[in-house]
């Protein structure tokens, strides 16, 4: 198995930055995820890994071969990459079997007949699918026909898979099945993988690490809880879950905690965090970690219940306190106007600007 190494890896398209000077180490054997919102530059960065597009500069390595440094001459061709790529588009061949359909890529290697049978058995047999080896693709189902363009990619034994939303077709149940199997089969496989979503909950389950990118740029590199309880910046606060953020103004700002003064007038403490310009910030905290409480004290706020939402697990209240409005989640069913909670300062993070600010 391989580690992968892209450094500095910029690809402009004429006037447009897809991907602005990435730096990523995927450890051999490691399941890491690009996350973002559409148009970030996760498949621009992932086709440049499988060389189906051209890099403007920066380097692609994997192990001690280099793939790409920008000298045209250094360049190795998709063919002779040896990566398994499974993309949402990219379809089995419709007039092949499903084990015509893997014998080809090894066919193209040019594995003797009595290997590439053993290989397709393997690989069928990985994504149990080898009761239908001798379908067309049209006579499986949606997920079935993902697996076999799994065991495709992953016939020919590849040290490194490049996975870009390879679960889009299967409704949300089969998707949450399908993610436990996936990461089930790449750990027992220890194929370093890169995979390509813009579902957070999707990108939480299965990935050792996530890329979090906005508009060509990695927000923050970490693994699922840290990018969950430590976001880097607010964007990533929102992105990822979602997060109340209260306008605020610093009072005063020491080693292991900061006062900030709210809209409403009101004190809270947090950690201290970056300041924005005049002082101002940002504070961000999670609906469900705000408690409800019974009794004042620092960082209690009485609030007005201003709608109910029944969410099934939970109850999402949206509240208000003067011009402060934001949400708390709760399995309690309430029934007053007005509450007092707490806003832990554990879980609060402060920001010196809004998401769509940075
Ligand atoms: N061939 C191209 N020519 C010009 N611009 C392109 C090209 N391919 C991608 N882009 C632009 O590069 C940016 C990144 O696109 P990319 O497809 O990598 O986003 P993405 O994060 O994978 O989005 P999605 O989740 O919608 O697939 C977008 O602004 C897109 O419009």
Not at 7 to 36: P, R, W
Not at 44 to 53: D, E, P, R, W
Not at 199 to 225: K, Y
Not at 328 to 349: F, G, N
Request: aromatic share 6%.
């Amino acid at each position: 198995m391989a580690d992968l190494v892209l450094q500095n890896l910029t690809i402009k398209y004429g006037a447009v930055t897809a991907v602005d000077n990435l730096n990523i180490h995927v450890a051999s054997g490691e399941f890491l995820t690009l996350l973002g919102p559409s148009g970030c530059g996760k498949s621009t960065s992932l086709f440049a890994v499988a060389g189906l597009n051209h890099a403007t500069s920066g380097t692609i390595s994997v192990g001690d071969r280099v793939l790409f440094d920008g000298n045209p001459n250094n360049t190795v061709p998709p063919e002779k990459r040896n990566i398994g790529l499974v993309f949402q588009s990219y379809a089995l061949w419709p007039h092949k079997t499903v084990a015509e359909n893997l014998a080809f890529p090894l066919t193209l290697r040019k594995i003797g007949r009595a290997e590439r049978d053993e290989r397709i058995k393997e690989a069928l047999g990985l994504v149990e699918m080898l009761p239908y080896a001798d379908r067309y693709p049209f006579e499986l189902s949606g997920g079935q026909q993902q697996r076999v363009a799994l065991a495709r990619a992953l016939v020919y034994r590849p040290p490194l898979l490049l996975l870009d939303e390879p679960l889009s077709n299967l409704d949300a149940k089969l998707r949450e099945r399908a993610r436990v199997w996936l990461r089930e089969l790449q750990e027992r496989l220890n194929v370093t993988t890169i995979y390509v979503t813009h579902d957070q909950a999707e990108a939480l389950a299965v990935s050792d690490r996530i890329a979090v990118m906005s508009m060509g740029r990695m927000r923050q590199l970490g693994t699922p809880r840290e990018i969950y309880e430590r976001p880097a910046d607010s964007f990533v606060a929102d992105f990822i879950g979602s997060s109340n953020f209260f306008d605020g103004t610093m009072v005063e700002s020491g080693t292991d905690s900061a006062r900030i003064r709210l809209a409403d007038g009101g004190e809270i403490v947090t950690p201290p965090g970056p300041t924005g310009k005049d002082g101002s910030v940002v504070v961000a905290i999670r609906p469900e970690k705000i408690e409800l409480t019974g009794s004042t004290g620092p960082n209690t706020m009485r609030v007005s219940i201003e709608q109910r939402t029944y969410l099934g697990s939970v109850w999402q209240y949206a509240v208000r306190s003067g011009p402060i409005e934001f949400r708390i989640q709760t399995p309690s069913e309430l029934k007053e106007d007005s509450i007092l909670v707490r806003i832990p300062q554990e879980h609060c993070a402060v920001f010196p600007d809004k998401p769509g600010a940075n």
